[in-house]
């Protein structure tokens, strides 16, 4: 009797707890929370990318910046390959130097950076050398105003499996493929299930509804957009395409927002520009910032001169508990 008690807890705990690593983040005393977003970055200052760090310095100086989201393609063109490379420092600690960027940085990974030694972009000694460096596969990030659910697009990208002579991915830790992707979808809805937030934004690399170059993306359009819409996400925010862009949608009110201007951008390509829900469409440099609180969300996109091109603004009815 006893015994099976005992088992039954196990099993519960073992199949209740969420897989994903939670991270707290505090919010400023006047209950709001601000943060940019830059994607698709590191060219060592190449294609200006120095150019936008020095405003996403300005703006993050001006709006008093928390945090700052990567939506991965971290490193160009194969990811780190090793935890000595030269990359680390020269794309990333040697170019967002600016006072104001001297905060926590969460990365998700990129395609690109699964070309390269992905155990070495993981690693904790990275944040030895830089101490702002924090990437995870998927991981939820939880604030007083918003909760973040950040999630590993790549594995879920066919043509990276189906066409692997095209490049070499490294897929440690990722297989068996399909039992990696049923536990993150799992883990994902979950989590997503469980939380009280006002605010739930998801981050990740793949675009799920862009007019960019790569268009949408359809395994993350049949798996993974039926668990944001059924749990009442607010944004999901990606990079992949490098642009700025801004989409919605007529089957939920999730705002779809593509910050991938972090370096080589003009690709002067789109998929489809006649796509409905298109708001706003900018093929070149730049980056977003976006402003919480319990009742608000501003987001931001601006170019390489520092200059406003879109901004967004929603809003929530509190509900109190009566
Ligand atoms: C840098 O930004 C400027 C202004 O948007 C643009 O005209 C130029 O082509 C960009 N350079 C590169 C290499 O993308």
Known sequence: MAMSFIFWICLCIFSVSAELQLLEQPIKSDGSLSFLVV?????????????????????????????????????????????????FDKSFTQIYTA??????????????????????????????????????????????VAEFFFVDTTPFVDKYFLRPKHHHYDWRGVLPRKEYLSNLVKDLDSALRNSAANWKIVIGHHTIKSVGHHGNTK??????????????????????????????????????????????????????????????????????SVQLTQANAKIVFYDVFGRVLHDLHLSKGLNYAM
């Not at 300005?58 to 971290?74: A, M, Q, R, Y």
């Not at 070309?115 to 939820?140: H, Y």
């Not at 989409?247 to 690709?267: E, N, R, V, Y």
């Open 219 to 288: 395994e993350l359009v049949e798996q993974v957009l039926p668990i944001l819409e059924a749990n009442n996400v607010d944004l999901y925010i990606n990079g992949h395409d490098h642009c700025l862009e801004h989409m919605s949608s007529t089957t939920s009110p999730i705002q779809f927002l593509t910050s991938g201007g972090g370096s080589k951008a003009w690709k002067g390509d789109f998929y489809r520009l006649d796509q409905e829900g298109l708001k706003f469409y900018y093929d070149g440099q730049g980056f977003m």
């Open 39 to 87: 994607g698709d970055w590191g060219r060592k200052g190449d294609y200006n990318q120095s150019q936008v760090a020095q405003q996403m310095g300005k703006i993050g100086d001006e709006l008093n910046i928390d945090f700052i989201v990567s939506t991965g393609d971290n490193f160009y063109e194969d990811g780190l390959r090793s935890i000595n490379d030269h990359a």
């Open 99 to 144: 006072e104001s960027l001297q905060k926590q940085w969460y990365s998700v990974l990129g395609n690109h950076d699964y070309r390269g030694n992905v155990e070495a972009q993981l690693s904790p000694t990275l944040g030895k050398l830089d101490s702002r460096w924090f990437c995870q596969r998927s991981f939820v990030l939880n604030t007083e």
